[in-house]
């Protein structure tokens, strides 16, 4: 496509002196600012085709050549290819709305209208209602018997243990146990001012007490809290433990003498096939019909297999080890990078926790 540039050789953003259609300081391209809407569309569409251009030529050697990229980004040879940053963002927003697409869903328990004998009641009132048949009154009680966590048995209706144990569940799923017995927070505050000041509880145990007693009595579900934090907030925590990963790299590959950039930059390409791959593969477990469990089986086996291969492989090209000594380095990372994200979570949940009320 034909581009019209200034005949003037100064850069218009940053005043150098021009030697050619680019700014040697700034990059910017010396185009004319007054052109029509063809031109200025046929700009940015050669702009779009270029970056899809160097998207589907870096998408290549990421899946089939594991660690050719981070060997061409260290060596100079950049142009052709997307920015290792640029490019994890990019996947790993896709990744990640895939991911999150579905949102569980919540099982709604009727709660019981109380004993048997006000069941017994409500029913009789159903009896002696006289614009209900005698199928619809009976179809309506049992209805209210069951929902209340009854069952009919040797035609006597007797509790439902499996539903009462579902509803108690419902019921309990708000609540976190305080380290007391109290059933305030103002009654715990004022029992602690009455104990010697050295039997009274910490700071973290009064603090623990008091987040308790907030989450029960507003009858937060921290299941949801804590899955609606882990959506939110696990795309950054991906982003951070990156650099971790890149320390963790450095310590295990000390003997290389590479640079930290250059860890972080493998780093960031062995992430970003990670979340390509897995999203093809949630892609193809979406058209596998259900009733193949056999296909969904060997699919997983044949995912974990490829992501090692490829780790392996990938680490042998980047850091020239030998093959054994590239397997233990490779359990070890392992280990301690999986340490160090259990870690993450963890503080995750604690800290959504202790922020829910």
Request: charged fraction near 20%; proline fraction near 3%; charge should be positive.
């Amino acid at each position: 496509m034909k581009k019209h540039y200034r005949h003037e050789n100064n850069c218009l953003n940053c005043g150098a002196t021009l030697y050619g259609h680019y700014c040697h300081v700034c990059g910017q391209e010396n185009l004319e600012i007054k052109e029509s809407f063809g031109h200025m569309m046929n700009h940015a569409i050669s702009d779009y085709f270029h970056f899809d251009h160097q998207f589907f030529h870096t998408i290549k050697p990421l899946f089939f050549k594991p660690g050719y990229l981070t060997n061409e980004y260290m060596a100079g040879r950049r142009a052709q290819y997307l920015h290792p940053v640029k490019m994890y963002i990019f996947i790993s927003l896709v990744y990640f709305l895939l991911v999150f697409q579905q949102k569980s869903g919540v099982v709604q328990v009727n709660e019981s209208p109380g004993s048997l004998k006000e069941i017994a009641k409500a029913a009789d009132q159903i009896n002696h209602t006289p614009y209900l048949s005698a199928q619809s009154k009976k179809k309506s009680i049992n209805e209210l018997y069951q929902d209340a966590g009854y069952k009919m048995e040797n035609n006597h209706w007797v509790i439902d243990t499996s539903k009462k144990a579902r509803q108690r569940a419902e019921e309990n799923k708000h609540v976190i146990n305080p380290s007391t017995s109290d059933t305030t927070y103002e009654q715990y505050l004022t029992n602690q001012q009455k104990l010697p000041e050295a039997k009274r509880d910490g700071w973290f145990e009064r603090y623990y007490n008091k987040k308790a007693f907030a989450i029960n009595k507003q009858k937060i579900d921290l299941v949801e809290t804590i899955e609606d934090s882990l959506k939110h907030n696990f795309p950054k925590m991906m982003f951070v433990l990156l650099p971790l990963f890149a320390l963790i790299l450095m310590v295990t590959f000390y003997k290389s003498k590479k640079f930290y950039v250059e860890h972080l930059i493998y780093a960031f390409h062995l992430h970003c096939f990670l979340f390509l791959f897995l999203t093809i593969v949630m892609l193809i477990n979406m058209c596998i019909p259900g009733s193949w469990k056999a296909v969904s089986g060997l699919l997983t086996v044949g995912v974990v297999v490829a992501i090692t291969w490829y780790i392996y492989k990938s680490l042998r090209v980047v850091y020239h080890r030998s093959r054994w000594r590239t397997i233990f380095k490779m359990i070890g990372m392992y280990l301690v990078y999986f340490f160090a994200f259990m870690v993450c979570i963890s503080l995750l949940v604690m800290i959504t926790i202790f922020t829910a009320a």
